[in-house]
């Protein structure tokens, strides 16, 4: 079955230091998105991307953040300047495209994750 | 609005009995309702969804109930299995969006 990969699994990166997290999504979706877990804590929304573009982003999703897709098999997602408190669980994810143009309704497949760890 | 509720936190149960996890949520809009497990060290997989046009969905030892007045919707898991621990999310999306709202999760224990 095709599956979402992340790299790294753990990234550990100082403080005010820029990192880029890396996913491909499954070949034949066109919605990609990032979500994060805090440790402990329950998943959160950030991005989603479709056609080059965000179509959603959350109030997490602030400057300090862009996603990308450098290529047609890529999706990153950049932090430019890390805090401590972007420590976390980074989840990509991707889908197909719904039925009647629906979207909305198409199940989201995960990958296993990047854990961010700012030191 | 968009809050989700998911009870209980955790969740012990004996192998073979009836494991159930609730999601409750308040935004009238979601019109899809997944249940998602996660193992620990991976990400979350879609285990069952369900529309609001039905009230019942099963898939083999797991159930979705859905009540759409109470705005409450819940996974049922039959005969479970020391297999069936890991943690489970409730997740609605709104159509016309790309998110998930996720619950906060119930870590299931099944014990042989």
């Known amino acids: 079955e095709p599956e979402v990969t992340q790299t790294p699994s753990h990234q550990v990166t100082q403080m005010g230091q820029e990192v880029i997290l890396r996913c491909v999504p499954i070949?034949?979706?066109?919605?990609f998105y990032w979500y994060r877990q805090i440790l402990g804590q329950k998943v959160e929304f950030l991005v989603s991307?479709?056609?080059?573009?965000?179509?959603?982003k959350s109030e997490i999703f602030d400057d300090q953040f862009s996603v990308e897709r450098p290529d047609g098999s890529n999706f990153t997602l950049k932090i430019r300047s890390t805090k401590l408190e972007d420590s976390a669980m980074y989840f990509c994810?991707?889908?197909?495209?719904?039925?009647?143009?629906?979207?909305?309704?198409?199940?989201?497949?995960f990958g296993d994750g990047t854990r961010l760890s700012i030191l | 609005q968009q809050q989700v509720k998911q009870s209980p936190q955790s969740l012990i149960v004996q192998k073979g009995g009836i494991s159930i996890i609730n999601c409750a949520y308040e935004?009238?809009?979601?019109?899809?309702f997944p249940w998602y497990q996660q193992f620990p060290g991976k990400g979350p997989a879609l285990l069952i969804a369900?529309?609001?046009?039905?009230s019942e969905k099963k898939e083999g030892r797991f159930t979705i109930s859905f009540n759409k007045s109470a705005k409450q919707f819940s996974l049922h898991i039959m005969d479970s299995q020391p297999g069936d621990s890991a943690t489970y999310f409730c997740?609605?999306?709104?159509?016309?969006?790309?998110?998930?709202?996720f619950g906060t999760g119930t870590r299931l224990k099944v014990l042989a």
């Open positions: 991307f479709y056609n080059n573009e965000i179509s959603e």
């Open positions: 070949s034949n979706h066109l919605y």
């Open positions: 369900i529309r609001p046009d039905v």
């Open positions: 994810a991707s889908s197909g495209s719904g039925t009647g143009g629906r979207v909305g309704n198409q199940p989201q497949h």
């Open positions: 935004n009238t809009a979601f019109d899809y």
């Open positions: 997740a609605p999306m709104s159509a016309g969006t790309y998110k998930y709202i």
